[in-house]
């Protein structure tokens, strides 16, 4: 069964870049079954039990056989082992299974890499519906005379420069996904391609480069709006530069000086009467 990551390349390339099925298969090396099924069912997710679950010797030993294909790739071209040496290295910690199925599973994971091999870069120019930049940001008020600090959604148009913005308790994954959901309904609709950092409620693991091991729940909502993720490389916030200057506009011309509330509904009102004036200006 294919994984959300995989779903959510379908998707994409079918609904946004028009891709034929027969196309999809021979691109992403998925069966042409499954693209059907993937785009009849508007799912962005499979699940199914085995009645019976098998036990492959290498099982046990992914991780480590990850690990040393990793290293290995990263080396230069006439240092690295070959397989036979990857092989021997593995059964050298313990591994009692066959060479061929290391052989396999090598095959298989450089397949999986070169298919997810993204940009590294982000432009500086957007086109329409091109691409949004999402980022939190923390404010201090009075919320019903306590201090508190407030976790900010930031969400920005890269082409029309046009802002969401939206207040919350927490930084968890519902209310991320929460954020997404009234900003693409207040832009009335979503970008093909959204910019993050490398926030824990969507990224678990960072690899060399812009890949990514995202958070399953985070892909499946942005194959449920077709968007393709992107993370910014650690410490380079220039590459999300737009929602970084959002926030300091937003910190600047509605949170200074320290403003009082009794709840984040009057703050959701004061917010919105504030920055009607600035939509119309940038409208204009």
């Known amino acids: ?86 092989f021997e290295e593995l059964a050298g910690l313990g591994y009692e299974g066959s060479y061929d199925a290391v052989r396999r599973y090598a095959r298989n994971w450089s397949r999986d890499r070169s298919s997810n091999v993204a940009s590294a870069f982000v432009p500086l120019s957007f086109a329409p519906g091109e691409a949004y930049q999402f980022d939190w940001s923390h404010e201090i008020v009075l919320l019903n005379g306590t201090t508190v600090t407030v976790k900010v959604a930031h969400v920005r148009l890269c082409h029309s420069r046009m802002m969401f913005v939206r207040a919350y308790p927490r930084e968890t994954q519902e209310m991320v996904f929460d954020a997404h959901d009234r900003a693409f309904a207040f832009f009335k609709g979503a970008c093909t391609r959204g910019i993050y950092d490398n926030m824990k409620t969507a990224v678990e693991t960072i690899f060399v480069g812009k890949e990514r091991a995202y ?36 910190r600047e011309r509605f949170f200074t000086p320290r403003l009082r509330f009794r709840s984040y509904d009057e703050l959701e009102t004061r917010k919105n009467r504030v920055f009607r004036i600035d939509d119309a200006v940038m409208a204009g």
């Open 1 to 86: 069964m294919k994984g959300v990551d995989t779903i959510a390349r379908v998707r994409r390339a079918y609904f946004v870049q028009g891709k034929s099925i027969k196309q999809i298969e021979r691109e992403l090396h998925v069966a042409r079954n499954t693209v059907r099924k993937i785009i009849r069912s508007g799912e962005t997710s499979f699940s199914y039990e085995r009645e019976k679950q098998p036990l492959p010797r290498i099982g046990p030993w992914q991780a480590e056989l990850d690990r040393l294909l990793l290293a290995n790739e990263g080396k230069a071209a006439r240092e690295r082992l070959t397989l036979i040496r990857v």
């Open 215 to 250: 958070n399953r729940r985070f892909l499946q909502m942005c194959g449920h709006h077709l968007v393709d993720p992107v993370a910014c490389t650690p410490a380079s916030g220039w590459e999300k530069g737009q929602v970084e200057n959002q926030v300091g506009l937003v």
